[in-house]
């Protein structure tokens, strides 16, 4: 599937950069255009592999190049004035050959957060094809203002696309890392998830046809309907042997059939990829009970994915979702491991989206508090007590 990527702040600008680099270096062709918005200029120097041209600065006018400061309310002003200066670099991609738009955010800070809702909403008005959201949570460690952020970002947001993919920083933030350290390693695990389900389908010359092919339709069907949806990933490594074929280093030889792979072992290493992809580490943590659909992805060398593992792995989903919309196909790749990635669409029963909102309601409360007692405290600190001393004008 070829998407056009707008990145949005600098958590948005930095995840697309890494995509271009992912893209680079397994030749999955998924980015067919990337872009970069954002109203701090140091934060658009610092980007790699986006092309200069496509950087594009907003807000000049208000804030000179340094950034709205987690003001998510004046990152969305500023994408609203701006949003022609927006509009011209996608005017220089060559949009029909796109699939869908991927609008990539930080949904704490306040450029991204507020500017990338008002994108999506722009670009639907504009164009046909879907426009997708990745929106990243933050740690709840980040405190207060970046909680409440979020939760006004993707209420917004969530309007705003045809279907909102989340990454939750938190649940995959490593204790006794630098932040920045931190972020290379996780903006890796969001590259490696969202780029295999999206270079699904995206065929190459010289690469091998699937046996069940998952094609850009059975992507964007799966996103139909809107709503919020996660990400689930496992994978197995698995090794070339010396006279070309492939060998898991699980099954060793001892397999039957031409290739020395044995087909049971092949589905039950499906199967329970399956699984653990299911109910391992979700981008965003859910109840998966209700999902209202699902897509599979089995991704190796061909030789170690097969119909029947995928059927039962889709079987098995459907139980477990109770969804009836549960799509399921393969995509060979030369890489030496196997693995499973779900997109689970319309997730609705997510404790972390609820507990974000109560601490968000938390510090809006406390925060208008502060408003209010620092306001009181000022006015006594400047009148004099008998009120005897008149100001100038
Ligand atoms: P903006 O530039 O004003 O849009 O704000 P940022 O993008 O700098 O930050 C927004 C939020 O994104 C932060 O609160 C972090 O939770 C998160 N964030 C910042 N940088 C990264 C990054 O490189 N990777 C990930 N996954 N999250 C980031």
Redesign the pocket.
């Known amino acids: 599937m070829k998407l056009a990527m707008i990145g949005?702040?600098?958590?948005?600008g930095?995840?697309v950069d890494r995509f271009l680099e992912y893209d680079d270096r397994t030749n999955s062709g998924i980015v067919r255009a990337a872009i970069a918005v954002?109203s701090?200029k140091a934060?658009l120097i610092g980007l790699d592999r986006i092309p200069e041209e496509n950087r594009v600065l907003i807000g000049q006018a208000r804030v000179k190049g340094h950034?709205?400061g987690?003001d998510n309310e004046l990152?969305a002003e500023i994408a609203e004035e701006d949003i022609d200066e927006v509009q011209n670099a996608i005017d220089s991609i060559p949009t029909h050959e796109v699939d869908a738009f991927l609008v990539v955010?930080?949904?704490?800070?306040?450029?991204?957060?507020g500017g990338a809702p008002v994108l999506a909403k722009h670009l639907k008005r504009i164009y046909t094809i879907p426009v997708y959201g990745l929106g990243?949570l933050?740690?709840t460690d980040?405190g207060g203002i970046?909680t409440l952020n979020a939760a006004r970002s993707f209420q917004t947001f969530v309007r705003e696309v045809d279907n909102l993919l989340v990454?939750d920083?938190d649940s995959w933030r490593q204790t006794g890392e630098s932040v920045e350290g931190g972020?290379e390693k996780?903006?890796e695990e969001?590259v490696k998830r969202f780029g295999v389900l999206f270079g699904a389908g995206e065929v190459g010359e010289g690469q091998e046809v699937a046996e069940s092919v998952v094609d850009s339709s059975e992507i964007i069907n799966t996103l139909s309907g809107g709503g919020v949806s996660t990400v689930g990933y496992a994978s197995e490594e698995v090794e070339l042997n010396t006279s070309g074929g492939l060998l898991s280093r699980f099954t060793g030889g001892d397999g039957g059939g031409d290739d020395g792979l044995d087909a049971a072992n092949t589905t039950n290493r499906i199967t329970s990829l399956v699984r653990k992809a299911a109910l391992g580490r979700l981008t965003l943590p859910c109840e998966i009970e209700g999902t209202e659909r699902a897509l599979l992805v089995l991704s190796g060398p061909s030789k170690y994915l097969n119909r029947k593992g995928i059927e039962r792995g889709r079987k098995w989903l459907e139980e477990e979702t109770g969804s009836m919309e549960v799509r399921g196909g393969d995509f060979p790749r030369g890489e030496p491991e196997v693995s499973a990635a779900i997109l689970l669409s319309g997730v609705t029963n997510v404790p972390r989206i609820k507990r974000l909102q109560q601490v968000a309601i938390e510090a809006q409360d406390n925060m208008d508090d502060i408003q209010e007692e620092s306001d009181e405290n000022l006015e006594e600190l400047v009148e004099d007590d008998e009120d005897e001393l008149e100001p100038l004008f």
């Open positions: 949005f702040g600098q958590a948005g930095k995840i954002n701090a934060d950034g709205v987690a990152g955010s930080g949904m704490g800070g306040g450029t991204g957060s990243v933050p740690g980040e970046y990454f920083n972020y996780i903006n969001i």
